[in-house]
């Protein structure tokens, strides 16, 4: 697979709570030229990156980043002034917390109430998959696929792991038939990559792109 090819699948991320606008405007130059699929991006600088580069870049944002566990209203808040500020994605974590207390169903409803603040935007949920079970990941892929969100995505990045090839092709067996997969966290060689596009990631998210593929 090419270059060009690879950098299409690529959500070109920089979420280090230092990242400097002097970062951003980096990874947007970097983004446009190597042709990205986004930047994904703190939630503090959509708006710059809107004025700046208007439609030639779609921006990605996070809500609920990293933890997850912040009440759903202030998610769907977050949510909502992301879309005004020029979102075109958006990244959510799922509460974690309502996972371990089997809580399926309030985590599903979560994510269609965010879903339904996001509109027509792309809605990625993270289920952050190095905290769970199998049977929880599974419950996952039942939940986001119910709520009808178009991606489900391994891992914040933050985490104690990031993405593996057995919990993507586990998510491969389990999410339905319009689901996506995005991996994250860990992805720093050409060979990941390729991997996990083969497996059938749709989208990567990692800040490493341009020193892997150059």
């Given at each position: 697979?090419?270059?060009?090819?690879?950098?299409?699948?690529?959500?070109?991320?920089?979420?280090?709570?230092?990242?400097?606008?002097?970062?951003?405007?980096?990874?947007?130059?970097?983004?446009?030229?190597?042709?990205?699929?986004?930047?994904?991006?703190?939630?503090?600088?959509?708006?710059?990156?809107?004025?700046?580069?208007?439609?030639?870049?779609?921006?990605?944002?996070?809500?609920?980043?990293?933890?997850?566990?912040?009440?759903?209203?202030?998610?769907i808040a977050e949510t909502k002034a992301a879309v005004h500020d020029g979102a075109d994605e958006?990244?959510?974590?799922?509460?974690?917390?309502?996972?371990?207390?089997?809580?399926?169903?309030?985590?599903?409803?979560?994510?269609?109430?965010?879903?339904?603040a996001a509109g027509d935007k792309l809605l990625k949920v993270i289920i952050e998959t190095c905290?769970?079970?199998?049977?929880?990941?599974?419950?996952?892929?039942?939940?986001?696929?119910?709520?009808?969100?178009?991606?489900?995505?391994?891992?914040?990045?933050?985490?104690?792991?990031?993405?593996?090839?057995?919990?993507?092709?586990?998510?491969?067996?389990?999410?339905?038939?319009?689901?996506?997969?995005?991996?994250?966290?860990?992805?720093?060689?050409?060979?990941?990559?390729?991997?996990?596009?083969?497996?059938?990631c749709e989208r990567l998210g990692t800040s490493s792109a341009v020193s892997i593929l150059g």
């Amino acid at each position: 697979m090419d270059n060009a090819k690879l950098y299409s699948y690529v959500d070109h991320t920089a979420l280090k709570a230092v990242t400097s606008w002097e970062e951003i405007e980096k990874l947007c130059k970097e983004a446009l030229h190597y042709k990205t699929a986004s930047v994904c991006i703190p939630s503090c600088y959509v708006g710059r990156v809107k004025e700046a580069y208007g439609a030639c870049i779609r921006i990605c944002t996070v809500i609920g980043f990293p933890l997850g566990y912040a009440n759903t209203a202030s998610k769907i808040a977050e949510t909502k002034a992301a879309v005004h500020d020029g979102a075109d994605e958006i990244d959510m974590v799922i509460n974690i917390c309502d996972v371990k207390n089997g809580d399926y169903k309030k985590v599903e409803e979560e994510i269609i109430e965010i879903k339904r603040a996001a509109g027509d935007k792309l809605l990625k949920v993270i289920i952050e998959t190095c905290y769970l079970t199998d049977d929880e990941k599974i419950a996952m892929c039942h939940a986001v696929t119910n709520a009808g969100a178009e991606y489900i995505k391994t891992s914040t990045g933050f985490g104690t792991a990031g993405a593996t090839m057995e919990d993507v092709l586990l998510m491969k067996r389990h999410i339905g038939e319009n689901v996506k997969i995005k991996a994250a966290g860990g992805i720093r060689t050409r060979e990941d990559m390729e991997n996990y596009i083969q497996a059938g990631c749709e989208r990567l998210g990692t800040s490493s792109a341009v020193s892997i593929l150059g």
